[in-house]
């Protein structure tokens, strides 16, 4: 789940419980097959894959499970996934994008439908709502990696565009085809980051209440926990008051 507040994309819920933390390995390993599978199975001569690991490994996914992702890539009897984008309307209208991967089409379809018709939300045409997003890379560094004006010259060197500093972190970003160059040069200068994938960054954002967040959280709860939903955008705002509540 990734939405906008004053922090940047803020992930509040990322290893609630054990059963979803199992169910985020899975999502992560399914991304590391199908990059391995459309391009070379290693992560040097690879972007895409070496991102997917970079961003298993900022959770923790055990080595083994990445080296079996990757491994199965390369068998014949590797599933073959179509990666498909659904956009809506959450609950506030709140603009919601939905990443998935899957070997069912009609069946990812009909569920996430039935989710946002369920939760108080409509489900729209692709591009009804992308527009009101950028993709974007984003690398991110824990606050310990040193003071904002050390990561803001970091990113300036390795080629970023923008910053956000904050008591949570360091979020950097860059043009969606520049990912893979700037994370590396970034990890040049600063170490390895907590993260380094493309997100979608919100251009407008929808500021919701208390009530409206737990509409909104229930929808995306409900989305994540399909197997076959990888990631999930809103472009919500939120007041440090609603936050707190929550």
């Not at 907590?194 to 967040?213: F, H, N, V």
């Not at 709860?221 to 705002?237: I, Y």
Request: proline fraction near 3%; aromatic fraction near 6%.
């Amino acid at each position: 789940m990734a939405g906008h507040s004053k922090w940047a994309n803020i992930q509040h819920r990322k290893g609630r419980q054990d059963a979803v933390r199992s169910k985020l390995f899975s999502k992560l390993a399914k991304e590391i097959t199908v990059a391995a599978k459309m391009g070379d199975p290693d992560p040097e001569k690879n972007p895409r894959l070496r991102m997917a690991v970079k961003e298993a490994k900022s959770v923790s996914v055990p080595k083994d499970v990445i080296d079996r992702a990757i491994k199965k890539s390369q068998g014949g009897d590797a599933d073959s996934y179509d990666e498909i984008r659904y956009e809506g309307y959450g609950p506030g209208g709140v603009a919601v994008i939905v990443e998935a991967m899957t070997d069912n089409r009609n069946r990812t379809a009909s569920t996430v439908r039935s989710t946002f018709a369920k939760c108080g939300g409509n489900l729209g045409e692709t591009g009804s709502v992308s527009f009101m997003f950028e993709r974007k890379g984003q690398v991110t560094y824990y606050v310990s990696v040193g003071d904002e004006d050390t990561v803001m010259m970091a990113a300036l060197e390795a080629g970023a565009e923008d910053v956000e500093s904050s008591e949570d972190g360091h979020a950097i970003f860059c043009a969606d085809t520049d990912l893979n160059e700037v994370s590396s040069a970034l990890e040049a200068q600063l170490g390895e980051p907590e993260s380094a994938k493309l997100i979608w960054l919100p251009q407008t954002t929808t500021e919701l209440d208390l009530e409206g967040m737990e509409k909104l959280m229930k929808l995306i709860d409900t989305l994540e926990d399909d197997d076959d939903v990888q990631r999930v955008t809103a472009n919500f705002e939120v007041s440090d008051e609603v936050m707190a509540a929550m």
